[in-house]
């Protein structure tokens, strides 16, 4: 499995329930806890959320059916141990699309170094963008983290969609985390502050 730089799609695909959230800081944010990731994370206060186990692995299939590079995922999301561990979408739909975010946590080898990851992580975004990469360094709370932005389109229920994907990766305790947040091109700079809040409020926990 590779290390999943996901441009998932919330409009393509099902979810159900949600997680228990803490108290927002202040910051127009809610934070939640993913003892299974071992991490928190905060999202817009209107946005709602969920879990891997409650994703509905058929309207994945589906979406993967039509978009073969997901195909490999399909078999893994919706499972107790699936690497997708965080889901989060705004309930506004805009244009038959919910701007949405999906963390994926997943081990690292001891041999990839931060150049090694850097480098496949790159590689596997231009697997799927249909525009340029941007990509650059930032510092985070976390740590530091490679953010890449980038178009793609995809086939959602039947229809071709473009869509605007920022993603910020971390490699961690020998430990992949990707935060994946995707929204309409056209939307992108209106969602962008949030995305970057929400990218900064990313921790690790003890848990």
């Known amino acids: 499995m590779p290390l999943l730089l996901v441009a998932f799609?919330?409009?393509?695909?099902?979810?159900?329930?949600?997680?228990?959230?803490?108290?927002?800081?202040?910051d127009g944010?809610?934070?939640?806890?993913i003892s299974s990731g071992r991490f928190s994370i905060g999202i817009p206060e209107?946005?709602?959320?969920?879990?891997?186990?409650?994703?509905?692995?058929?309207?994945?299939?589906?979406?993967?059916?039509?978009?073969?590079?997901?195909?490999?995922?399909?078999d893994v999301v919706g499972k107790k141990n699936s690497p997708f561990k965080f889901f989060a979408y705004d309930p506004v739909v805009r244009k038959r699309f919910a701007t949405n975010l999906n963390v994926v946590v997943a081990p690292v080898g001891e041999r990839v170094t931060p150049e090694k990851?850097?480098?496949?992580?790159?590689?596997?975004?231009?697997?799927?963008?249909?525009?340029?990469?941007?990509?650059s360094e930032v510092d985070l709370p976390a740590g530091k983290a490679l953010r890449i932005e980038y178009r793609a389109r995809f086939v959602i229920k039947g229809?071709?969609?473009?869509?605007?994907?920022?993603?910020?990766?971390f490699?961690?305790?020998?430990?992949?985390?990707?935060?994946t947040y995707t929204t309409l091109p056209a939307l992108r700079d209106e969602y962008a502050n949030w995305f970057d809040?929400?990218?900064?409020?990313?921790?690790?926990t003890s848990r």
């Open 46 to 74: 209107t946005w709602h959320a969920t879990s891997s186990t409650q994703m509905r692995k058929a309207s994945f299939k589906r979406f993967a059916d039509q978009n073969p590079a997901f195909a490999a995922y399909a």
């Open 117 to 135: 990851y850097k480098s496949i992580a790159l590689a596997e975004a231009k697997r799927i963008a249909v525009s340029k990469l941007e990509s």
């Open 197 to 204: 809040l929400s990218a900064k409020s990313f921790q690790l």
């Open 171 to 179: 490699l961690l305790e020998k430990t992949s985390y990707v935060l």
């Open 9 to 26: 799609l919330l409009a393509g695909c099902g979810f159900g329930g949600a997680s228990a959230p803490e108290p927002s800081g202040g």
């Open 159 to 169: 229809r071709k969609k473009a869509i605007s994907t920022t993603q910020y990766a």
């Open 29 to 33: 944010l809610t934070r939640y806890e």
